[in-house]
């Protein structure tokens, strides 16, 4: 007999996952945290295929936050080598999978380099199809909606009006503007390190103690599963919700 109670909970069409952890995974082996860094790309990549292959709509990772330059100085610069040759090397599977990569976040900051890698990787996806993927490199939430903020004034300029201020609006000048459905955190901390903040406002959370470089298709799938299960009310009653189901 098959099971099945899982076709009546959707899966999330929008996962934020902050990938944490490199750094204690390496510590514990004796090795340097940069060693962790490294061995967090092949999870990336097993991450975005469980992606494609389930059917998620959209995946942003958090690989790079704009309170991470506070790093040492090699930690920073060997993570953004690792970027920019993680980014040469995978752009063409990319491709081929048919999914349509995005950088967000301050991408001014970067290196040139890695500028020209992240431009000629969107162009050449924007047409696909399949599973859009943001890497949130040098993103803060907060400067997200700051930009947002910015932006819309730059647009409307002295014939902005206050009734013009809507949450629609700063909605659609954030960098990424669908809410997050599942939030994963690895590495086990219980906080939101200023990842997508105005995006995760009705997100269900999921944290679990794997570090990065462990974390596999079995995990991820777990946490969708513990997802499929929960009721978002989304502040209606719980009776409202069952109501409206059926
Ligand atoms: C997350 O792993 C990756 C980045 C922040 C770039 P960490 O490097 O924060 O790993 P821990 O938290 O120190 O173990
Ligand atoms: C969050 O992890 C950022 C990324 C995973 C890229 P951190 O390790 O920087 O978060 P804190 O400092 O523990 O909050
Ligand atoms: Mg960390």
């Known amino acids: 007999m098959t099971d099945n109670t899982s076709l009546l909970f959707s899966l999330p069409k929008h996962v934020g996952i ?21 061995a ?34 090699e930690e920073v610069s060997g993570l953004m080598e690792l970027f920019t040759w993680a980014l040469s090397n995978e752009v063409q599977s990319v491709h081929k999978n048919n999914i349509r990569l995005r950088v967000i976040g301050n991408t001014e900051k970067l290196s ?6 992240i431009k000629d ?39 902005l009006e206050l009734d013009d201020i809507t949450e629609e609006l700063i909605t659609e000048n954030l960098n990424e503007c669908a809410d997050v459905d599942l939030l994963i955190r690895t590495g086990g901390e219980e ?3 200023n990842f997508l903040l105005w995006q995760l406002a009705y997100s ?36 409202q919700i069952r109501k409206s189901d059926n």
């Open 121 to 159: 990787a969107y162009e050449l996806t924007a047409a696909n199809t399949g599973l859009i993927l943001n890497i949130a490199v040098n993103y803060g939430g907060r400067w997200d909606i700051v930009q947002a903020v910015k932006k819309i004034i730059a647009q409307k300029g002295t014939s």
């Open 112 to 117: 040139r380099s890695l500028q020209d890698k």
């Open 40 to 73: 967090g790309v092949n999870a990336v990549k097993e991450a975005i295929t469980y992606a494609a292959e389930k059917g998620i709509e959209r995946l942003t990772l958090f690989a790079f936050s704009s309170e991470n330059w506070k790093r040492p100085k």
């Open 18 to 38: 902050i990938m944490d952890g490199n750094g204690r995974w390496a510590e514990s082996r004796g090795k340097i945290r940069l060693s962790g860094h490294k």
């Open 204 to 239: 269900e959370i999921y944290v679990t103690d794997v570090l990065w470089p462990d974390f596999t298709k079995s995990d991820f799938e777990k946490a969708i599963n513990s997802f499929m299960k929960r009721e978002r009310r989304f502040g209606l009653t719980g009776e």
């Open 191 to 193: 906080r939101i390190s």
